[in-house]
């Protein structure tokens, strides 16, 4: 039987599913003055203390360089998870539920998920759709400088399969997978690994984030939503998108309109037609 091991990263006191595979983590422990009584993520070789960058891949970090004897391995948030019960709305990307739920849904994840999983397979977070290409999108949500900054190291660093992924989700594309969310086999993620917190170093030498706004300076967290679906692409992996469980209170989050989601869905698709006819 394949083990497997699924982060929630945790920042408060909350919800969060504890029972197997679940494994939950308090991110960016080494900033925190409190306990959780759960897995720290400064313990071992880690990155905590770059949390208000890296967001929940500090917690990523920390499974990948002590996690040990793990088969498969995902990542999730103490509000979000992937519902593999048919319990959201069968339409959108994700599904909001009131805390006072969290014990009535089904938060597993079947073993016969876990045992099917192959390398070059991967779950993934059912994709919003955006107006614009992701690069545009990028340019009018964050800093546009940092997207471009990422760019040109990717187009003058990397090989061919990483360059034509970076062009044709970044560019070609306006359909974004969210939050860094994956359940995949531990040879695929110490790939991915491997490949992106080198890259994102390397982005820490060249952006200066000193001056950013607490929302802005999560820019490495932000790069690797968009980053883990180029090295999926690059590397042709089979994805299994799955709806998003959020556990959400506010009330001005607490619906999403069957109508916005298919306008937004056919100003994507025409968007994508005109970049495409280009």
Avoid at 265 to 278: N, Q
Wanted: glycine fraction near 4%; charge should be neutral.
């Amino acid at each position: 039987m394949k083990t497997a091991k699924i982060i929630v990263c945790c920042h408060k006191q909350d919800v969060m599913a504890k029972q197997e595979p679940y494994l939950p983590v308090h991110v960016g422990k080494a900033l925190s003055s409190f306990e959780l009584g759960i897995q720290s993520d400064a313990e071992g070789d880690n990155i905590s203390v770059k949390n208000r960058s890296y967001c929940e891949l500090t917690g990523m970090y920390w499974a990948w360089r002590n996690l040990k004897d793990v088969d498969v391995v995902g990542l999730c948030h103490y509000r979000r998870y992937f519902d593999f019960h048919q319990q959201c709305d069968r339409v959108m990307p994700e599904t909001p539920f009131k805390t006072k739920d969290f014990e009535k849904l089904d938060l597993s994840v079947p073993q016969s998920v876990i045992e099917s999983l192959h390398e070059g397979e991967a779950y993934v977070a059912k994709p919003r759709f955006y107006r614009e290409s992701l690069f545009s999108n990028y340019c009018i949500a964050h800093i546009s400088d940092d997207i471009r900054t990422l760019e040109n190291h990717i187009m003058t660093t990397q090989e061919e399969p990483i360059r034509w992924a970076w062009h044709e989700y970044m560019h070609r594309n306006c359909q974004l997978r969210h939050y860094n969310m994956f359940i995949m086999t531990w040879h695929s993620f110490d790939a991915y690994c491997s490949w992106l917190f080198p890259l994102l170093e390397e982005m820490e030498r060249q952006i200066d984030i000193a001056n950013y706004s607490p929302v802005q300076s999560r820019v490495f967290g932000y790069m690797a939503e968009r980053l883990m679906n180029v090295w999926l692409l690059a590397n042709h992996f089979q994805l299994h998108e799955l709806p998003v469980i959020w556990f959400n209170d506010y009330p001005g989050n607490a619906s999403r309109s069957h109508l916005k989601y298919y306008r937004n869905l056919f100003r994507s698709k025409l968007a994508l037609a005109i970049t495409r006819g280009r």
